[in-house]
């Protein structure tokens, strides 16, 4: 019987950063699809007016942590231009392969910077950004882990973190269980799919783990469908 009582530690699929070729694309093109109909997309976007409007200055570093096929930095950089905000992007993800993809999927935009880096490296602890941006990223790791990796984000980043991750709830693993299995082409997305909502997190969960890293201000607010929206300020 599955329990939505703790998080699953279960590796998913894309956890193998070797992963590549024509199911890893299929994959990152149905994440696209997911994100933007279930509104993952406003998620980071009412995040970051959130932010950039109490923190303003001419020019802002924003990192997209696990940036897989670039879908959020093409969202981070058309909501940028929208809003007239000059920025940089910082592509991140530790998958080779799939950086290759976002810089491929992504060669029309000039102000981004990509990067093969394991958060865990300690170069990347030496990094400095404004505002780092995490979406579907964070459920990947242990309670330990994610204490690990937002002690370094908060070294890193000079204004704030911005997660986009889903919400642990038995109508949401039930119903991305069954869409997946009718829809779905990639074999992948059928089984990461529930398997990340069984990963990720009720309310209490994210803010405990924040408050470990040593982060103090913090925000959170739920989205439809099933997504938190977590704001924490340095």
């Not at 070797?18 to 299929?26: I, R, V, W």
């Not at 969202?75 to 993809?101: C, F, Q, V």
């Not at 990720?200 to 405990?208: C, E, L, P, R, W």
Request: hydrophobic letters at 40%; glycine letters at 6%; aromatic letters at 10%.
């Amino acid at each position: 019987m599955i329990s939505f009582k703790q998080r699953s530690y279960q590796k998913e699929l894309m956890d193998d950063f070797t992963s590549a070729g024509p199911e890893m694309k299929q994959t990152l093109h149905e994440l696209k699809i997911v994100n933007k109909l279930l509104g993952g997309n406003k998620v980071l976007t009412t995040a970051l007016s959130k932010v950039i409007k109490d923190h303003p200055q001419p020019h802002y570093h924003i990192a997209d942590i696990g940036c897989g096929g670039g879908d959020m930095v093409r969202l981070i950089a058309s909501w940028a231009i929208k809003n007239g905000t000059k920025i940089t992007i910082h592509a991140l993800d530790a998958n080779p392969h799939i950086i290759e993809m976002a810089k491929d999927n992504l060669k029309d935009l000039q102000n981004v910077v990509y990067h093969t880096a394991d958060v865990f490296d300690e170069t990347f602890a030496k990094e400095k950004m404004d505002i780092i941006t995490c979406t579907l990223f964070t459920h990947h790791f242990t309670d330990d882990e994610l204490v690990k990796m937002f002690q370094s984000f908060k070294h890193n980043a000079t204004i704030g973190l911005i997660i986009n991750d889903l919400h642990r709830h038995p109508l949401a693993y039930y119903s991305i269980k069954y869409i997946t299995k009718l829809f779905s082409k990639s074999e992948m997305v059928k089984n990461d799919g529930p398997l990340s909502v069984l990963r990720s997190f009720k309310s209490g969960d994210i803010t405990s783990v924040l408050k470990k890293s040593g982060w103090s201000m913090i925000s959170i607010r739920w989205f439809w469908a099933f997504r938190w929206q977590v704001i924490a300020l340095s």
